[in-house]
């Protein structure tokens, strides 16, 4: 079983930093590609960020300059660190990890906050 466990969500102002992770685990060979995403409520679900095997990575238009993802292979684990937040990045964020064969997996998510 692979489970994707995301942490570090939280109620922070606005212009604040929140650095969030998405712990890895279980029964896989490797991953392709690790991404971020997010959805407010009454909104679809949006890519934030994403990062692949090879250390390519990208970026939603709204997130560059002040959003970094990365990722530590050896502990299965993708991080996501967001500077300078505004009351827009308030959603609940995912961590999503696709493999090699084709499967797509999901954490639960955790809530952001920004206030005004």
């Known amino acids: 079983q692979v489970q994707l466990v995301e942490s570090g969500g939280g109620l922070v102002q606005a212009g604040g930093s929140l650095s969030l992770s998405c712990a890895v685990s279980?029964?896989?060979?490797?991953?392709?590609?690790m991404g971020w995403y997010r959805q407010a409520p009454g909104k679809q679900r949006e890519l934030v960020a994403r990062v692949f095997s090879g250390g390519d990575t990208n970026y939603a238009d709204s997130v560059k300059g002040r959003f970094t993802i990365s990722r530590d292979n050896a502990n299965n684990t993708l991080y996501l660190q967001m500077n300078s937040l505004k009351p827009e990045d308030t959603a609940v964020y995912y961590c999503?990890?696709?493999?090699?064969?084709?499967?797509?997996?999901w954490g639960r998510g955790t809530q952001v906050t920004v206030s005004s």
């Open positions: 999503r990890a696709d493999d090699r064969f084709g499967r797509v997996f």
């Open positions: 279980g029964n896989i060979f490797s991953f392709g590609a």
